[in-house]
Nanobody, 123 residues
Framework: QVRLVESGGGSAQAGESLRLSCVRD???????????MNWYRQAPGKERKFVSS???????AYADFAKGRFTISEDKAANTVSLQMNSLQVEDTAMYYC??????????????WGQGTQVTVSS
């Protein structure tokens, strides 16, 4: 079983920075081919939205609102994915979730979510 634990959320003023971390404990019970580690966010009353991802090869992707402000990184040795968020805006206020997607050779992709960490940005 896989467990994801996020941390680093909190309150910030607009323009400030926060760094989120997601620690993965465990591995999927399959022949692993690849994986991606993703960050999503969900504001109150809104759908969960993609923020950023990092693949097994280190390839990264960002939502348009995150480009130039957010940076995703992975420490494979520590099984940790981080999201550095700079120049925070009030609109960044949301619950941030870590997701792991494992691609296995003999089964459908396995997806896991963390419990989320709240980010609140005030003006």
């Amino acid at each position: 079983q896989v467990r994801l634990v996020e941390s680093g959320g909190g309150s910030a003023q607009a323009g400030e920075s926060l760094r989120l971390s997601c620690v993965r404990d465990g591995s999927p019970d399959c022949s692993l081919v690849s994986y991606t580690m993703n960050w999503y966010r969900q504001a109150p009353g809104k759908e969960r939205k993609f923020v950023s991802s990092v693949g097994i090869s280190g390839t990264t992707a960002y939502a348009d609102f995150a480009k130039g402000r957010f940076t995703i990184s992975e420490d494979k040795a520590a099984n940790t994915v981080s999201l550095q968020m700079n120049s925070l805006q009030v609109e960044d206020t949301a619950m941030y979730y870590c997701q792991a997607v494992f691609f296995c050779s003999s089964r459908a992709p396995a997806r896991y979510w963390g419990q989320g960490t709240q980010v609140t940005v005030s003006s």
